[in-house]
């Protein structure tokens, strides 16, 4: 039964796509507004007539919930850590270009002779 509901959504996803083509002296903001209730449709039949759907909804419902248990970290925290990660790329950034001209002297001005 699941899959008889999938292919009608199938069916309605494709027929607002086909309108958006075969109505094409219709104004672009109808045409638009096919496309959007064939997804829509489909969406809603898939979401919430199918098995796959429910449990979907379930992992949706799960997922939202974990997330409220987040601890976010404060506006004080977020600029501290900001601060450090730009500090810390920006000694990383020094250290690179350092081992880069150091190499390149050693490289080209010492070993190669070029100048």
Known sequence: ?????????????????AGFYVFADL????????????VLAAGGISLFATEAGAKFREFA???VAEVRKV??????????????VFAFVTAM??????VDKTLE???????LGWK
Do not use: C, H, N
Not at 27 to 38: C, F, H, I, Y
């Open 93 to 98: 950034a020094i250290f690179l270009w350092l």
């Open 105 to 111: 002297w050693g490289l080209y001005d010492l070993i």
């Open 27 to 38: 104004p672009s903001v109808a045409r638009g507004a096919l496309v959007v209730v064939g």
């Open 1 to 17: 039964m699941d899959r008889l509901k999938f292919i009608a959504a199938l069916v309605l996803l494709a027929a607002g796509i």
């Open 61 to 63: 419902r799960g997922t």
């Open 71 to 84: 601890v976010w970290p404060s506006r004080k925290e977020t600029i501290q850590s900001t601060l450090i």
